[in-house]
């Protein structure tokens, strides 16, 4: 609506993200600009969650799911893949694998399987790729402490407009 609008517009403002002109024939109307990159990127990043809710297993193929987490990482930098496949998706498509859960660790441990990543929102919603948008896997890596991984994300976050490491 476009109370909600205009209540998103103005904590974007609070935030320092955007700039905002005051103009119109009446003076009243609103001007919104965006703040140039990497500044967005800098300031904005502070408020952006990791989107991962929980990790589960499934020995099922998911269809039409997006790839995530290390496997996501392997396939836009050096690193090797991880041993099982990695995928992510919404909260509300839970209900379609929670059948074929796989919940015994001895099982997780020594099968192949799949790994999902439960995202609070659609992962395919910002994506165009095979896999998950950059910033969200970005994201969703920041708690995994290993250099390897922590430099394979640097390297590729370094090659866009909008980053400043």
Request: aromatic share 6%.
């Amino acid at each position: 609506s476009n109370m909600t609008t205009s209540r998103i517009l103005n904590d974007l403002y609070d935030a320092g993200l955007l700039t905002c002109e005051i103009g119109g024939k009446t003076g009243r109307s609103k001007i919104y600009k965006r703040i140039g990159d990497p500044e967005y990127y800098r300031r904005g990043s502070r408020y952006l969650i990791n989107p991962v809710r929980k990790t589960i297993y499934t020995g099922k193929t998911v269809e039409d799911v997006l790839v995530a987490g290390l496997e996501a990482l392997s396939m836009i930098s050096m690193m090797n893949p991880p041993k099982n496949p990695v995928r992510a998706i919404s909260k509300e498509r839970l209900n379609e694998i929670e059948p074929y859960l796989v919940k015994d660790k001895d099982r997780i441990a020594d099968e192949k399987l799949t790994e999902i990543q439960v995202w609070c929102y659609d992962p395919t919603l910002l994506s165009k790729e095979k896999q998950v948008d950059l910033v969200s896997l970005a994201l969703s890596l920041k708690e995994i402490n290993d250099e390897r991984v922590e430099q394979a994300l640097e390297e590729r976050l370094k090659d866009e407009t909008w980053y400043m490491g």
